[in-house]
């Protein structure tokens, strides 16, 4: 048996924990450079506001109450999904963390001494009771059926958000999934559905109860299994550790618009610093290193220009240095001036455990001497939270940054963010 | 006549333990069997990590226990509250730190006799205080 808990409206229940003054309140966090909605607290979605809704429409919207926005937070979220976890993991033996605000419990055999519904609402309790937040939990014996069994639990809310559909009991399984459209399956999106829909199936039982060979014929073996999920034959097994990394990407959309050559090479830097503290993070070397930059595609009047570039090094690497050199490299080769640059990013690739490697004969270029503790002490001054230190590449005046004007403190990671009590 | 020398391929292995252990030339020191981990702040005023949160409090309404203005309050959001406790109650949308009466009639008692007792209609409770931490030089 799988369970997922999920939290409840995450980013915007986050923001509420330590403002008491917004209980029932709406509240919107909204995405990077304060783009659009991706969160909404019930109340928010009580008025009507949509995922995805522009801010500056929402703006100048009148609404019968005031509506509270948040840039997102993401310290404080990372934060309190850890908490989350931690919580789940002290009663249940196995927890995969799915995304940041979903996690796959293994709850075999717990039937054995509660009853599935009773251990949800023990896991929902224990959860809110340490971090005054909500979580919603479905059960299924698959991944897929838990997470139609989660769907279901949001969609009724007689079930008070703690559903579990077992084997003891298939025709409740039967009719809620009969009820589930397929676009609504765990793994199905809105191409394939519509695809499915061609062919007369729309709901997800329907779905299951179409011959698997056909699917894998006219689809994919990835939606077989989903239709084997669906009829309680699990495929899929928890991963408690993520598997290792193929590839970072560090790329952001700018505050504003970038123009000069100087502000964009300042940019890459950064990512590029960024990128490589994430491949030490993973204990890998890189090989690959490519740099993107492009304009706005939706700015009216101006020619749409974006352009990709790689470095193929000759030895493995993962210091910040050569990632520096060679990423500046990249961009030298697609940089247009004239341009008025909306986002840019850096990608690595094919990746080697070790930076062991056939060097050259010939190579004029050596490893470097001592790499590997000079970017340990990089990265222990850049976490000890104390001040940062980077390369001068990417300035110190850094005006593109991301634009977060409505952020909130991080409360739980930063000792000057300090939620503070009346005494 | 010439005789070729080629060279063994494949010699016979040859590992000898590397001992990692530094062997000190004097006397053993005597109290390397008696080690112990030092004492961990965290683990004495934390009992659980995962439900704790740190708290800045601000006024002077509990001045009579020595929890000050920007004393540090160690926050159990898992402990239920009992009679008596220190706890952070939410009054007026905002965060406050009282006794807690919960017996013969639930109450916020201040720590400061300038204060009046709160009686809310509701109660809402943040967590317990477990602890506070006043640092004496060096504020933050």
Redesign the interface.
């Known amino acids: 048996m799988f369970a997922l808990a999920d939290v409840n409206s995450f980013y915007a229940s986050c923001e509420k924990v330590f403002r008491p003054d917004l209980r029932n309140k709406p509240v919107i966090v909204l995405s990077n450079n304060d783009g659009c909605v991706i969160a909404r607290s019930k109340e928010a979605k009580r008025l009507g506001i949509k995922m995805g809704v522009p801010w500056f429409q929402l703006k100048s919207a009148e609404f019968p109450e005031q509506v509270i926005a948040f840039s997102s937070n993401y310290a404080l979220y990372a934060s309190m999904s850890n908490r989350v976890m931690a919580h789940l993991e002290e009663l249940a033996p196995r927890v995969e963390q799915y995304s940041i605000d979903e996690m796959f419990l293994d709850i075999q055999g717990i039937n054995s001494c509660i009853g599935f519904e009773d251990f949800g609402r023990q896991l929902s309790e224990h959860v809110g009771k340490g971090t005054g937040l909500t979580i919603g939990v479905g059960m299924g014996p698959t991944k897929t059926l838990a997470k139609s069994a989660q769907w279901a639990s949001k969609e009724w809310p007689q079930f008070g958000g703690v559903l579990a559909l077992t084997r003891d009991n298939l025709q409740r399984t039967e009719k809620l999934l009969s009820l589930q459209p397929v676009e609504e399956i765990w793994g199905v999106g809105r191409r394939l559905s519509k695809k499915l829909g061609t062919m007369g199936i729309t709901t997800a039982l329907q779905l299951a109860r179409t011959n698997s060979a056909f699917i894998r014929k006219n689809f994919n073996v990835v939606l077989e299994r989903t239709v084997r999920e669906l009829n309680g034959e699990s495929c899929l097994s928890l991963e408690e550790s993520p598997p290792p990394k193929q590839q970072i990407i560090c790329s952001r959309s700018f505050g504003e618009r970038i123009s000069t050559y100087e502000a964009m090479r300042q940019a890459i830097c950064q990512y590029a610093e960024r990128g490589a503290e994430k491949l030490r993070g993973e204990h890998q070397y890189c090989r690959h290193i490519s740099v993107f930059i492009k304009t706005s595609p939706f700015a009216p009047n101006q020619p749409y220009y974006g352009n990709l570039s790689t470095e193929k090094l000759n030895t493995p690497t993962r210091d910040t240095r050569d990632i520096i050199i060679a990423a500046v490299r990249a961009l030298d080769r697609i940089w247009i001036p004239g341009h008025r640059y909306a986002k840019a990013g850096i990608m690595l690739n094919d990746f080697s455990p070790t930076g062991v490697s056939q060097l050259n004969l010939f190579d004029d270029i050596q490893p470097r001497v001592n790499s590997d503790k000079l970017m340990k002490v990089l990265d222990s001054i850049n976490h000890a939270g104390l001040g940062k230190v980077w390369f001068a590449g990417q300035g110190i005046n850094t005006e593109w940054q991301m634009k977060r004007e409505m952020l909130s403190p991080a409360y739980t990671t930063r000792w000057a963010d300090l939620p503070t009590a009346r005494i | 006549m010439l005789r070729f020398i080629s060279p063994v391929f494949e010699p016979t292995l040859f590992t000898l333990p590397l001992f990692t252990e530094r062997c000190p030339a004097g006397f053993p020191s005597p109290a390397a069997d008696y080690t112990e981990d030092e004492l961990d702040l965290n683990a004495y005023c934390i009992r659980?990590?995962?439900?704790t949160?740190?708290?800045?409090?601000?006024?002077?309404?509990?001045k009579d226990m020595g929890?000050q203005?920007g004393d540090?309050?160690v926050v159990d959001?898992?402990e239920k509250p009992q009679q008596g406790d220190i706890v952070?109650a939410?009054t007026d949308?905002?965060?406050?730190?009282?006794r807690l009466q919960l017996k013969p009639r639930i109450a916020l008692i201040?720590m400061n006799a300038a204060y009046p007792t709160l009686y809310p209609e509701e109660l809402?409770i943040?967590g317990v205080v477990t602890a506070f931490i006043h640092k004496t030089r060096g504020k933050?």
């Open positions: 659980h990590p995962a439900s949160f740190f708290v800045r409090a601000i006024g002077d309404s509990m929890l203005s540090l309050m959001k898992a952070i939410e949308g905002e965060f406050t730190v009282k201040p809402q943040f933050d």
